[in-house]
Nanobody
Framework: VQLQASGGGLVQAGGSLRLSCAAS????????MAWFRQPPGKEREFVAA????????YHADSVKGRFTISRQNAQNTVYLQMTSLKPEDTAVYYC??????????????????WGQGTQVTVSS
């Protein structure tokens, strides 16, 4: 499956953005989907994940209450709605997919498929 992330950009602190991850090559309806981010000079970190049915979502503590992951399997797309953005949210955001993930492993960056990343920059 190929993943294409989009929707990044430059936004002021307190603003909002919605990232999209469009999949092709295979339906993602049986895939766990996730968003990770890599701030400048730092390691890639978990942001959010959603189970293949969309019934369960998980968000990192740093974004809980501000970011929401969702999916539309009919459109083969996953979203990350980001609100109340902070300068520390500045990073390259990546979407990822895996059809063999277990719940205890969702936050580790061991996913089979990755998108190319989209830059999010939050100015203070």
């Amino acid at each position: 499956v190929q993943l294409q992330a989009s929707g990044g950009g430059l936004v002021q602190a307190g603003g909002s953005l919605r990232l999209s991850c469009a999949a092709s090559g295979r339906t993602i309806s049986r895939y766990t989907m996730a968003w990770f981010r890599q701030p400048p000079g730092k390691e890639r970190e978990f942001v959010a994940a959603i189970t293949y049915s969309g019934g369960r979502t998980y968000h990192a503590d740093s974004v809980k209450g501000r970011f929401t992951i969702s999916r539309q399997n009919a459109q083969n797309t996953v979203y990350l709605q980001m609100t109340s953005l902070k300068p520390e949210d500045t990073a390259v955001y990546y979407c990822a997919a895996d059809n063999r993930k277990i719940l205890s492993d969702l936050a580790t960056p061991h996913y089979d498929h990755w998108g190319q990343g989209t830059q999010v920059t939050v100015s203070s």
